[in-house]
Every structure is written in C-alpha cells, then in structure tokens.
C-alpha cells in the first residue's frame, strides 16, 4: 500500500540513502530558491527572477520526483513503472 511504502522511509533499506539524500536536496533547494526570490537583497531584474526560477523549480522538481520513486518502486510493477517514467 501507499501507506506502508511511505513508512518505509524510516526504516533502513536499500533505497534509504537515495530517499532521504534526495528528500533533503529538494528541502535544500526548495529553501535556497525562495531565499533569492523572495527574500534576497539583490536587485535582480525581472528576467534573472525567470531564470533562477526555472533552474530552482528543476532541481526541485527532479529530486521531489526521484525521491518519490525510490519511495513508491517497491508498491507493484505497475506504480513501480508509472514513476520510473
């Protein structure tokens, strides 16, 4: 079940490390990305908003993903294949 495959996050397994390495990253990058949107003292023009954006929302998103799939790969073949893709 979902419930369980989520659980198992805190349990140690083979895809611990890559679960929680990638979980932390999107944290990371999550935090950093609002800091030089929102927060940062820089004056940065309305196209180097755009780009940082975009750069903050793909690592986010690839490392939200990943750790996802290293959660669910072991709920059954055909979950395991949905977030392989």
Do not use: Q
Request: glycine share 8%; with cysteine.
């Amino acid at each position: 079940s979902f419930r369980a495959c989520f659980w198992s996050i805190f349990r140690v397994h083979t895809e611990t490390g890559n679960i929680w390495t990638h979980m932390i990253g999107c944290f990371i990058f999550l935090i950093l990305g609002s800091y030089f949107l929102f927060l940062s003292s820089h004056a940065l023009s309305y196209v180097d908003r755009i780009v940082i954006g975009i750069f903050f929302a793909g690592a986010v998103s690839c490392l939200g993903l990943s750790s996802c799939y290293h959660t669910l790969s072991c709920h059954s073949p055909r979950i395991g294949k949905l977030f392989s893709k």
